[in-house]
């Protein structure tokens, strides 16, 4: 059982660079947590003093009951999972895999047991006798995988294992990962997982909750609906989602049917919006709404005038880029939609889905449109 609990942690770089800006986490046993952030966020930084491989400059990291703030990595209970593999090269798959058990001296029969299991487990029997120069990208890093495994961790820790891997390899270990941390789980195993990746498909597809960083601070933690759905800020809003969120910088004016001006256009945004308003929600106000939640209309009464500029045809979708005076927004509609539609003029009306549309304060960046539940 090994919870992963995080207090007030900074970090300050010998070039008295704060990287890492007292953030707190809990990570429950069992969970799949990912980090996810843009480049620079510490997303490494952090994972490596959960790891033990970089010292904490203050606050606090214990997994399961004991701090280990001081503990070595050796005696913290994980095993990490890096990039770039780090398999020895002189040594077969096998070698490779029950290293650190042959370090710590056991028995040759557990030895074989456990390497062989560990081999089932990722199917990578027939590579046992292979020098890791033998092996393809996405073999090695099962091979890396399964090195981790061996040594039954209380959590792994994964520092964007698959970025070296080709898409179609890192769509296929995204998945079997996950069915392992799956297996793990229902098998009574410890199975606690931190997973840091820049790649926000990666940490909606694999993360029972996702802590999305920015400059050494935390954004948001949720689960990947709620992110998608209920982004806390500005930045949570425009990293998670394809295409990236459209946002249009106005003026609220708020009321029970607020409304919101761009330029000199108008758009009602009705009750239902006026309900989860804040009250404190400011004048000066991004307005939110996804690709998917704005469709073009050339007659409805409500919703943003612009000229059509660019399409992308995809095949089962259609991509709309269309400026609304200098903003340019994006709307994604299934090709039959497109096909439909009257743009014999260029000029088309983006209609916003009013349910699912986001107002952010644009000082602060925050969402003050989300309605107080969870
Ligand atoms: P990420 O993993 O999110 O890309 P890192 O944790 O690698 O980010 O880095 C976070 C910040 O700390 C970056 O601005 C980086 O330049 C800085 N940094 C990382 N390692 C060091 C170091 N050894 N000394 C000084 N600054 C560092």
């Given at each position: 059982?090994?919870?992963?609990?995080?207090?007030?942690?900074?970090?300050?770089?010998?070039?008295?660079?704060?990287?890492?800006?007292?953030?707190?986490?809990?990570?429950?046993?069992?969970?799949?947590?990912?980090l996810v952030g843009p480049s620079g966020c510490a997303k490494s930084t952090t994972?490596?003093?959960?790891?033990?491989?970089?010292?904490?400059?203050?606050?606090?990291?214990?997994?399961?009951?004991?701090?280990?703030?001081?503990?070595?990595?050796?005696?913290?209970?994980?095993?990490?999972?890096?990039?770039?593999?780090?398999?020895?090269?002189?040594?077969?798959?096998?070698?490779?895999?029950?290293?650190?058990?042959?370090?710590?001296?056991?028995?040759?029969?557990?030895?074989?047991?456990?390497?062989?299991?560990?081999?089932?487990?990722?199917?990578?029997?027939?590579?046992?006798?292979?020098?890791?120069?033998?092996?393809?990208?996405?073999?090695?890093?099962?091979?890396?995988?399964?090195?981790?495994?061996?040594?039954?961790?209380?959590?792994?820790?994964?520092?964007?294992?698959?970025?070296?891997?080709?898409?179609?390899?890192?769509?296929?270990?995204?998945?079997?990962?996950?069915?392992?941390?799956?297996?793990?789980?229902?098998?009574?195993?410890?199975?606690?997982?931190?997973?840091?990746?820049?790649?926000?498909?990666?940490?909606?597809?694999?993360?029972?909750?996702?802590?999305?960083?920015?400059?050494?601070?935390?954004?948001?933690?949720?689960?990947?609906?709620?992110?998608?759905?209920?982004?806390?800020?500005?930045?949570?809003?425009?990293?998670?989602?394809?295409?990236?969120?459209?946002?249009?910088?106005?003026?609220?004016?708020?009321?029970?049917?607020?409304?919101?001006?761009?330029?000199?256009?108008?758009?009602?945004?009705?009750?239902?919006?006026?309900?989860?308003?804040?009250?404190?929600?400011?004048?000066?106000?991004?307005?939110?709404?996804?690709?998917?939640?704005?469709?073009?209309?050339?007659?409805?009464?409500?919703?943003?005038?612009?000229?059509?500029?660019?399409?992308?045809?995809?095949?089962?979708?259609?991509?709309?880029?269309?400026?609304?005076?200098?903003?340019?927004?994006?709307?994604?509609?299934?090709?039959?939609?497109?096909?439909?539609?009257?743009?014999?003029?260029?000029?088309?009306?983006?209609?916003?889905?009013?349910?699912?549309?986001?107002?952010?304060?644009?000082?602060?960046?925050?969402?003050?449109?989300?309605?107080?539940?969870?």
């Amino acid at each position: 059982m090994a919870r992963v609990e995080i207090k007030n942690l900074e970090k300050v770089y010998g070039n008295s660079f704060k990287a890492v800006h007292g953030i707190s986490l809990d990570v429950d046993d069992g969970e799949f947590m990912v980090l996810v952030g843009p480049s620079g966020c510490a997303k490494s930084t952090t994972l490596r003093m959960i790891a033990g491989l970089e010292a904490i400059s203050s606050g606090e990291i214990r997994i399961g009951d004991r701090v280990v703030n001081r503990l070595p990595p050796g005696k913290r209970g994980i095993a990490m999972v890096f990039q770039n593999y780090a398999l020895y090269p002189h040594m077969k798959v096998r070698s490779n895999l029950n290293f650190g058990l042959r370090l710590q001296r056991r028995s040759k029969a557990e030895i074989e047991a456990a390497t062989n299991e560990v081999a089932r487990i990722l199917e990578i029997e027939p590579l046992l006798d292979r020098l890791p120069k033998e092996l393809s990208g996405g073999q090695a890093q099962r091979v890396a995988l399964g090195r981790a495994l061996i040594k039954k961790p209380d959590v792994f820790l994964f520092d964007e294992p698959l970025s070296n891997l080709d898409a179609k390899l890192r769509a296929s270990m995204r998945v079997r990962i996950t069915d392992l941390h799956k297996r793990l789980k229902a098998e009574g195993n410890s199975s606690t997982v931190v997973y840091v990746t820049h790649d926000q498909v990666e940490a909606m597809t694999m993360g029972d909750r996702i802590c999305v960083m920015k400059e050494g601070r935390i954004m948001q933690v949720a689960d990947p609906k709620t992110l998608y759905e209920r982004p806390a800020n500005l930045f949570v809003a425009g990293f998670i989602g394809m295409p990236e969120m459209n946002f249009l910088e106005g003026e609220l004016i708020a009321g029970p049917s607020p409304k919101f001006m761009v330029g000199d256009q108008c758009v009602e945004l009705g009750e239902a919006v006026g309900a989860r308003l804040r009250p404190d929600a400011p004048a000066a106000a991004t307005l939110g709404v996804r690709p998917q939640h704005v469709r073009p209309d050339t007659v409805a009464p409500n919703g943003f005038d612009g000229v059509l500029s660019t399409v992308e045809f995809l095949g089962h979708e259609v991509v709309l880029h269309v400026d609304v005076g200098p903003t340019r927004l994006v709307s994604v509609l299934p090709s039959a939609d497109y096909d439909r539609l009257d743009r014999g003029s260029g000029r088309l009306r983006l209609v916003p889905d009013l349910d699912a549309l986001h107002i952010f304060n644009r000082e602060t960046g925050e969402n003050v449109s989300l309605p107080d539940r969870h």
